[in-house]
């Protein structure tokens, strides 16, 4: 059973514009959500990460948009470059665990 | 900060032989690590976590005899791949879980290594 749902699994997007990976979970114990950004080869990146409590996260120019309702949350990548062409893997944690859950991934390209 | 090295980055092996995989927090002690493995164009499926001193959990399905794990101290945790095959051939990832600075007014870390090519001939 999948516990974080992540789609779409491959995303092309032109430079300049704005990618969005999402995802969706099913445990309410969860209560940290990171994003984590893979290149071939590479061990996974700590992105960005939020916290339900907040239904946004802004950094640079990274956004996680949250919707505890309806256990969504999704990336956005605003000015795409061709440089964040990577894989992309949005991850969850429940509280008081140590463990992470991670969907499936979405390979990000960046066109020039 | 929270730093974490994993060696060897690729390893080719001959069917049947071991091969022992290392993960080191440079810069923090790491009091729980966790090791993943990643087929191709897939996500991270958690193998196993170990908290220093003491035995490793692992996940359904993950055969302990196969992949032995060891936490002996706060800096080191070790994979090994127990007589190697082609289809244990796979990116294995280790990550450590600690606190970056003091004790009692530190960064809780989570940081994962580089990972680790295993290629069974």
């Known amino acids: 059973q999948q516990q974080v749902k992540q789609s779409p699994q491959s995303l092309i997007v032109q430079k300049g514009g704005i990618s969005i990976i999402n995802c969706a979970y099913e445990?309410?114990?969860?209560?940290?959500f990171p994003w984590y950004q893979q290149f071939p080869g590479k061990g996974p990146a700590l992105l960005i990460a939020?916290?339900?409590?907040?239904s946004e996260k802004k950094e640079g120019r990274f956004t996680i948009s949250f919707n505890k309702s309806a256990k969504q949350f999704s990336l956005h990548i605003m000015d795409s470059q061709p440089g964040d062409s990577a894989t992309y893997f949005c991850a969850a944690r429940e509280g008081g665990a140590q463990k992470l859950v991670f969907g499936q991934g979405t390979r990000l390209t960046i066109n020039p | 900060g929270a730093v974490v090295s994993q060696h060897p980055s690729w390893v080719i092996c001959k069917s049947g032989t071991s091969v022992k995989i290392e993960c080191r927090s440079l810069?923090?002690?790491?009091?729980?690590m966790f090791w993943y493995r990643q087929f191709p164009k897939q996500s991270l499926m958690l193998m196993a976590t170990s908290n220093e001193g003491s035995k490793a959990t692992y996940e359904q399905g993950v055969e302990k005899d196969k992949f032995l794990i060891n936490h002996a101290s706060l800096t080191l945790s070790t994979l090994t791949v127990t007589s190697a095959h082609p289809e244990d051939s796979s990116f294995y990832i280790c990550?450590?879980?600690?606190?970056?600075?003091?004790?009692?007014?530190?960064?809780?870390?989570?940081?994962f290594g580089a990972g680790s090519r295993l290629t069974v001939l």
């Open positions: 939020i916290r339900p409590d907040v």
């Open positions: 990550s450590a879980r600690g606190i970056l600075g003091a004790a009692d007014s530190g960064a809780n870390v989570l940081t």
């Open positions: 810069d923090f002690q790491a009091t729980t």
């Open positions: 445990n309410t114990a969860f209560d940290y």
